[in-house]
């Protein structure tokens, strides 16, 4: 077991993804804390890691305050008498188009992603840094943040400032030991359930059935399960020296993505002036523009969504 003696925290592990990261960890084993805005669904998770053989305790509150980062440290220490992992995992969506996204919706998003990520991350890192602790932390992006996506504006913003803010900490904490890196999931969730391009991916995983191979090896597209092997990896030994990374993983395929890089630069002697760039911005960068979203290939015949019924 590549964490025998380790404690790790995973936010928002009460069900999906973060249950998927938790148990794993706790088979690797870490002794683990769950945490859920649900505390029935909080001790219901934890009572599938006992039941397994492993070690966790559930902290149940909403991440983003200070409050609720350092209970959660506390009961790490307190509980199994150290931390050494962080996974901060938690999260919250409100998709609407812009112009019907409220204030709301926009600070609900940011405070669980992007804040929730600051405040756990801070008080990890502050427990690291005290007590000598090589410790890991593991960030959940989304190609959202990457790419963009259609009525997402708050979750965009947040999983895009959680890759910056990873960048930002593996310089900071390099002096530690302590490493920082961002795996992006691509699975079958309750968010994707809902989206027929995955229907029959969904269906397969729902029977107990082995996704097509569309879906696992083109698309990138799996389970939890399939992505909780790389965050146990790296919040191990075996990967000391991977920080400030974003890593991608999906069904069969693994990913390293790029950290933004110009892709044409050009000069012009006393400066780029606004007449100047209307006769030639074309010219220079009309055929390298970078696309925006996430595109698909077609889905195969004979995996595309059955046809409603006729009423």
């Known amino acids: 077991m590549i964490l025998e003696g380790k404690v790790a925290i995973v936010t928002g592990s009460g069900r999906g993804l973060g249950l998927a990261y938790a148990q794993e960890l706790a088979r690797q084993g870490a002794a683990v804390v769950i945490n859920d805005v ?11 890691i006992v039941a397994a053989g492993g070690k966790a305790v559930a902290v149940a ?8 980062a350092k209970e ?15 996974v901060t995992n938690a999260g919250v969506l409100r998709d609407k188009s812009l112009l019907k996204m409220t204030d709301e919706d926009f600070d609900l998003v940011i405070n669980v992603h992007l804040r929730g990520t600051f405040t756990c991350v801070r008080e990890a890192f502050g427990y690291f840094n005290e007590n000598g ?34 960048r930002t900490w593996a310089l900071e ?31 397969a995983s729902a029977r107990g059935e082995a996704m097509p191979d569309f879906f696992r090896k083109d698309l990138g597209f799996g389970t939890a399960a399939d992505v909780a092997g790389l965050v146990a990896f790296l919040a191990s030994s075996a990967a000391a020296k991977i920080t400030g990374q974003a890593i991608g993983v999906g069904g069969d395929r693994l990913q390293l993505w790029s950290h933004p890089e110009a892709v044409a630069t050009e000069y012009h002697d006393g400066g780029w002036s606004s007449e100047k760039l209307v006769s030639s ?14 595109t698909f290939p077609e889905l195969p015949a004979e995996l595309r969504p059955e046809p409603a019924p006729a009423k």
């Open 133 to 166: 602790v090589a410790g890991r932390i593991i960030a959940i992006g989304s190609p959202t943040g990457q790419r963009g996506n259609f009525g997402q504006t708050n979750y965009a913003a947040a999983k895009a400032g959680i890759v910056g803010m990873v």
């Open 61 to 68: 509150g909403a991440v983003g305050s200070t409050a609720t």
């Open 173 to 203: 904490m390099k002096r530690s030991n302590v490493t920082a890196n961002v795996v992006i999931p691509v699975a079958a969730t309750a968010m994707t359930e809902t989206i027929p391009f995955f229907e029959r991916a969904v269906q």
């Open 72 to 86: 959660l440290v506390s009961a790490a220490v307190g509980t199994f008498g150290r931390l050494d992992i962080l």
């Open 38 to 48: 649900d505390e029935a669904v909080a001790d219901e998770a934890v009572a599938s």
């Open 281 to 294: 911005f074309d010219r220079l960068f009309g055929d390298r523009l970078q696309s925006v979203g996430e």
